[in-house]
């Protein structure tokens, strides 16, 4: 099988591309500067060169705050982009997973969010992610897949767990909010999902799933777990409440996702979030300082 991963060069994307190589896939990874998602011929193009079976969608505009007052170029990467890679992908006969985000959902509730659950985004980020879902369903409504994930952290790009490991060695304390909870999730995880769930795909399996680890936390919780990971006193972290740091864009009081579809298909249960962060810790911290200048 033929995939193709676009937006290869972030987070996400390179950690797909890394899980597919390593399992002996034929894979192309694209980045920004080889493929412009909002630009319809340049996708076509690219399927028509590369023929792909499988494309994973992994470009996205991804500053919640930023998109705020952006919302039009948020909404052509994260909503046009998808429709462009459905369309060409419907043409070339070949099926799309296309990562979205728990942003779609209000944020409000108290027990993990069900893949069938009313969306309700309550910002433009959430907004324009939600746009490509639908763009998905439309054009590939049974060769194609949304995979929702939500607050990843990774060995490449911008992360909360990166920056608590940079905060570690600079800062004698840290406060960190406390009045939010989810998943957190490393990449190279749903980078593993996202290959299960491939071979699946257009056999039975179409629509929404759910990436995330089990459990939850908060983020401060999150912060501890960093430094205790890194053999640091997690006392240094001090909780604080969200009005602490405003941002433009509200953040989810609750954003955990439950992951029902997975199970019907047979695939490996999501692994505890704690065990995860200290399996993905010394990987991180030691790319973050190969990349220190």
């Known amino acids: 099988m033929r995939w193709l991963v676009t937006g290869a060069g972030g987070m996400l994307g390179r950690d797909t591309v890394d899980e597919l190589t390593r399992r002996g896939e034929d894979v192309t ?32 505009y991804t500053d919640v705050d930023d998109a705020e007052t952006d919302e039009e170029r948020a909404l052509r990467i ?109 990449s190279a995880d749903v980078a593993a999902r996202l290959a299960d769930l491939g071979p699946h795909l257009g056999r039975g399996a179409s629509g929404v799933f759910h990436a995330t680890s089990s459990g939850e936390a908060g983020w401060y919780e999150l912060a501890r777990e960093v430094f205790r990971g890194l053999g640091a006193d997690p006392d240094r972290v001090r909780p604080v409440g969200s009005e602490a740091f405003p941002r433009p864009a509200p953040r989810p009081a609750y954003s955990a996702l439950a992951h029902g579809r997975r199970q019907e298909l047979g695939l490996s249960p999501p692994r505890d979030w704690r065990a995860v962060l200290h399996e993905a810790l010394p990987l991180i911290r030691k790319e973050s300082l190969r990349e220190t200048p």
């Open 29 to 60: 990874g694209l980045d920004h500067a080889a493929l412009d998602v909002t630009q319809q011929q340049a996708v076509e193009g690219a399927l028509a060169d590369h023929r792909p079976d499988l494309v994973v969608n992994c470009a996205a």
């Open 78 to 186: 994260n909503g046009d982009g998808p429709r462009h890679l459905a369309r060409a992908c419907a043409a070339h006969d070949a099926r799309l997973i296309h990562v979205s985000t728990d942003y779609v959902f209000a944020g409000d509730a108290t027990t993990p969010y069900p893949e069938d659950h009313p969306t309700a985004p309550r910002t433009a980020y959430g907004r324009t992610k939600l746009a490509g879902e639908r763009a998905v369903v439309q054009e590939l409504p049974t060769s194609g897949a949304i995979v929702r994930t939500a607050w990843l952290y990774g060995a490449h790009g911008r992360s909360f767990v990166r920056t608590m490991i940079d905060l570690e060695s600079r800062r004698d304390t840290l406060r960190v909010v406390d009045h939010q909870r989810g998943q957190p999730t490393w």
